[in-house]
């Protein structure tokens, strides 16, 4: 059992929560997930680690309570167990010979991309942030942005927050005034990274795209996390889970990955329900 | 007294109720069948059912005992060889090994050893409580990666010996195949978990949620005080065939098939995890883990499931029983037939129609056998022109799994082969001091068997190695 040391919403639909995980702790590193189960009965789901506390032994994850999984573990307090937590999983983020990085993420993405971006300002590169939302209610991590970034740039997609467009306005604006970068790194939904990963390819910047498909044991064992690479004209399988979650975007086959993560939209939603009429009900 | 010259029947669930449920197949012989069975055995002075054995059970003496109705003697001289005898009596392939050499079973059928050790370990499991003792600590610190057959016998072989075993595993529960892969109708989680405690009161410690090669690499666990390491990670990543249309929705591996339904119980209603069910349903491959997600399709609802197999009946890899309770259950095994595409859902007037980029069926090649190949099987040769189509739902590849890299790029000095194999010596010993590997991670896919004679191996060269440190 792993405790729950903090937790704390981030907006009405997204929460971070700090786990007592040392041996995760120890290791985990930016661009790394873990995978947890909230109780015996309860599916595995994977996380991308949000920051680690190496002295307290805790990693952070921030989730978005979109199913019946993180609704269960929404309705756990700070001070309470989860079941299972496993990890750091996967490869983490290539931070070698990059010294200027666009960061792009997008709604609950932005949890993810807050710990690569202050990643590379650790390691003193020169990081310019772009982060999107739908609207100023769902916005997140701002402060933690402008900590790490050497310029931050916020977008609404109606303009109740930041500048109105999507995150690819400010990019192609970059871009376009000439602006170069060693890489982009974009972490957000897969329809959002198709579209960054084509405005990096018209300039050639090159552009890392992390996946988050559905998956198991996220140690290479059921092959359920798998996506296609385009490789000069031939196409590739890989799992997500152990030669990512960090891809190549020019090499990624976005639709496929769309078409995946949809794969159970109808079980979702009847999960949900039966979530919300057990968590309900719980309350009465 | 004449010679019975059939095996005692094995009473099952009947066919048309055990394709809707997912308890145990086989029901096990009474008491009196037993005694019966066992009377069959010649007692033969050269014993080669022994050698048969992976783990060289002493088949002869426990058998005499199951005669006089010593069942718990019985148990005994089992278990001096094998440490999951309840797992071992229903899972190995003894048509191929024991009972392969019977020499009764040259001219009538062989005695049925599996039958018999499966009675035994039941008997044992429900009669007798003799707690096993906790041997004596000699305090030396041993690692075990996985707990899978070859995890758990090492573990168990040694903690007998005295060391402080402790065993990592990746997943939330121990046992590895035997609890994600193989399924509750031809192995009850319940006997697994009966296996696992009795290393635990041996004193084992058994770690779940530990990722080695990512929570830990086998260079910290030396660090941290273990004096050898055995590596039994077992088989990892699926194969596919890299063909069309293996990327739509409901296209499974049959780790991730059995996965779900086994380790995650997306059987069982009241469970989180999805899994498509119903419909109809194509398992390309012929071995064990094919039958298995076949008859799990079909516990989950399927209409209709279909083996396909390249290659005949008589080189189909599965255990004999295993294809013959599929059969009886109704599966339709389209034989000397390959896929050459998945073809998928795909309204063109609705790019949003949900059903859009699931399978809608497979399209098949049929075969014939050519030459042997390497190996000596018959290689199977497409027929030109005789593709064809069978409309299913779901499909599910059981063509095998390569090597999981996780362990081997963490860890300095341990050499793997072309396959991605972990290679070892004659006694299991890797090319890195102090590091001993067995069972599908070295082998690749193969049986629980021949993974735990792995682990009984490792355990023995385990110990000579320790000992002959500390003298």
Known sequence: MYKIITKKPLNDTVVQMEIEAPLVANKAKAGQFIILRVDEDGERIPLTVAG?????????????????????????????????FIGPLGKATETDGIKKVCIIGGGVGCAIAMPVAQEFHRLGAEVVSIIGFRNKDIVILEDEFRACSDRLFVYTDDGSYGKQGNVVVPLKE?????????????????VMMKFVVLAAK????????SMNPIMIDGTGMCGGCRLTLNKDGKRETKFACVDGPDFNGYEVDFDEAMSRNRMYADFEQRSREHACNLLNNKGE | MAIVPKKHEMPTQSAEIRARN????????????????????????NRPCVAGCPVNVNIPDFISLVKTGDFEGAYKIINKTSSLPAVCGRVCPQETQCEQRCTLGIKFEPVGI??????????HNSAAQTTEQKPKSNGIKVAVVGSGPSGLTCAGDLAKKGYEVSVFEALHTAGGVLVYGIPEFRLPKSIVKKEVDGLKALGVDIETNVVIGKTLTVDELFDAGYKAVFIGSGAGLPNFMNIK???????????EFLTRSNLMKAYREDCDTPIMKGGFVAVVGGGNVAMDAARTALRLGAEKVYIVYRRSMDEIPARKEEV?????????????????????????????????????????????????????????????????ELKVDTVIMAIGTSPNPLIKNTTEGLNVNDHGGIIVDENGLTSKLGVYAGGDAVTGAATVISAMGAGKLAAKSIDEYLSNKNA
């Open chain 2, 22 to 45: 997912f308890n145990e197949v086989a029901l096990g012989y009474s008491a009196e069948v037993a005694v019966n069975e066992a009377k069959r055995c010649l007692n033969c002075k």
């Open chain 2, 245 to 255: 249309g293996e990327s739509l929705k409901g296209v499974y591996s049959a780790n």
């Open chain 2, 114 to 123: 599996g039958r018999l050790e499966r009675f035994v370990a039941d008997y």
């Open chain 1, 174 to 190: 970059m871009l376009s005034s000439g602006e170069k970068f060693d890489m982009i790194i974009t972490i957000g939904p897969l």
């Open chain 2, 324 to 388: 013959e309770h599929a059969m009886e259950e109704g599966i339709d095994f389209r034989l000397l037939c390959n896929p050459v595409e998945i073809l998928g859902y795909n309204n063109p007037d609705n790019p949003r129609d949900v059903k859009n980029g699931f399978v809608s069926g497979i399209k098949c090649i049929k075969m014939e056998l050519g030459e042997p190949d390497a190996k000596g099987r018959r290689r199977p040769v497409p027929i030109a022109g005789s593709e064809f």
């Open chain 1, 202 to 209: 018209e300039f050639n910047v090159p552009c890392t795209v």
């Open chain 1, 52 to 84: 680690t506390d190496k002295e307290k032994g805790t990693v952070k994850i921030i989730f978005q309570v979109v199913g019946g999984t993180t609704m269960k573990l929404n309705a756990k307090s700070a001070g309470e167990y989860i079941q299972d």
